[in-house]
């Protein structure tokens, strides 16, 4: 079974006592939602081992956010590859122009 905070405030007191007083302040004040993973890391084993990792874990398991940002890289990947390849085709369609001009040019004369 995984236990799940509510809000940061349901810690233990031994716990919120050893964080820093702004991340304190934050708690109480209902501003800060997720401890920062520096935060987390800084505490000693036996503190942080306290810690649900729920709480932890819920900032980097917003799947919107993922969706989103997956979809923002295939798009950027897409665009790079139709640049490249719009890019590509408009050097070869000049060069190829050049190279007719510069025959037709050398085959008249």
Do not use: H
Not at 12 to 21: A, G, H, S, V
Not at 42 to 65: G, K
Not at 69 to 95: A, H, M, N
């Amino acid at each position: 079974m995984r236990y799940l905070l509510m809000s940061l405030a349901d810690l233990d007191e031994e716990i919120l006592k050893r964080l820093p007083t702004d991340i304190r302040e934050g708690i109480r004040d209902g501003t800060v939602k997720v401890l920062p993973k520096d935060i987390v890391d800084s505490l000693p084993d036996q503190i942080s081992d306290t810690i649900p990792t729920s709480l932890i874990e819920a900032a980097n398991a917003n799947p919107v956010l993922t969706l989103i940002l997956v979809i923002c890289g295939v798009v950027g990947v897409i665009g790079f590859l139709y640049g490249v390849f719009k890019s590509g085709l408009k050097t070869t369609l000049f060069f190829g122009a050049v190279a007719a001009i510069s025959w037709a040019y050398f085959a008249v004369i």
